[in-house]
């Protein structure tokens, strides 16, 4: 049994990675702006990568951090990187960084930063790099809701994605965290089918029992949406460049990550989908 301080308790890894490990028998500490919203049986930690003075008291007593980045920012690294030697001075072993898959194909970045801090921190340290969550359709940024009209709109084109399932990655963080042989590990994560966003709108719309189209739109207008739901500049144009490489179909490798850490396949969009059966909110 060890302490275990989440990072991004109640997001769409955190949350699901909470109850594995209190079922280990772990003790966990929720760390959140919100801390109202941590997951039940969790001790509420309240942490804001903003405000530095959160960062101490959370990390008293954790032997292990589960470590997410400041929500829509790029340039995270200066706030993270003093976090991760923190981590260490207060006597954390080991830590478990969600990055993102295909960071360390382009030009230098915060996220391989950390990546790198970690690995010459003296900690014990696994680096999970999933591609695009499955749960972004029912909890994220594609999810059909009355402000676009029940659809996925997207500028992904016919584009193929090996969508990941976040419960997937809980799993893999869980067994990290807690378990042997995933030290110095790089494990790149996806599902196991390498499917389109209408392909999975269609699964998404069966399961939920309506239809739920799928938008195709051009480049640029996806990108004045995201910024005018209030995403960064930067964030909005990352996250078009990241579609555009997958409409060029360029995220369509399956990732062996999921077996490699678990010993079994990673869960598919149709199997997700029916698990949760998570029906989108109706006008
Ligand atoms: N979504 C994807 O498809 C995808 C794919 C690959 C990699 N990733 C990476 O996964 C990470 C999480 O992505 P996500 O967008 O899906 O978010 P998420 O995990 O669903 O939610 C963000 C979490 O971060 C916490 N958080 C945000 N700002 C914070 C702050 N200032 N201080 C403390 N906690 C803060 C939130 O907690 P509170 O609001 O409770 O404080 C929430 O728990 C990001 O680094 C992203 O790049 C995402």
Known sequence: MSDVLVIGA??????????????????????????????????????????ETTHGPALEGAEAVYLVTPELRLDHAEVVIPFVARAREAGVRRVVFLSVRGIDQGPDNDFL???????????EWTVLRPTWFTQNF?????????????SIIA??????????DTEDIAAVAAAALTGDGHHGQIYDLSGPEAITFGEAARILGEHA?????????????????????????DYAALLVMMLQVAAAGHEAAIS????????REATSVEHAAARDAVAPATA
């Open 138 to 150: 029912t909890e994220g940024a594609f999810a059909p809701a009355p402000h676009n009209g029940f």
């Open 209 to 233: 029992g309506r239809d739920i189209p799928y938008v195709d739109v051009p480049a640029e207008d996806f990108g004045a949406a995201l910024r005018g739901a209030g995403l960064p500049d």
């Open 256 to 263: 062996d990550g999921v077996a490699r850490a678990l010993g």
């Open 113 to 123: 930063r950390v990546e790198r801090a970690l690995a010459e921190s003296g900690m």
């Open 10 to 51: 109640t997001g769409k890894t955190g949350r699901r990675l909470v109850p594995l490990l209190l079922a280990g028998g772990h003790r966990v500490r929720a760390a959140t702006r919100r801390p109202a919203a941590a997951p039940d049986g969790a001790v509420p930690v309240r942490f804001d990568w903003a405000d």
């Open 155 to 164: 500028c992904a084109g016919e584009g193929r994605i090996p969508f990941i």
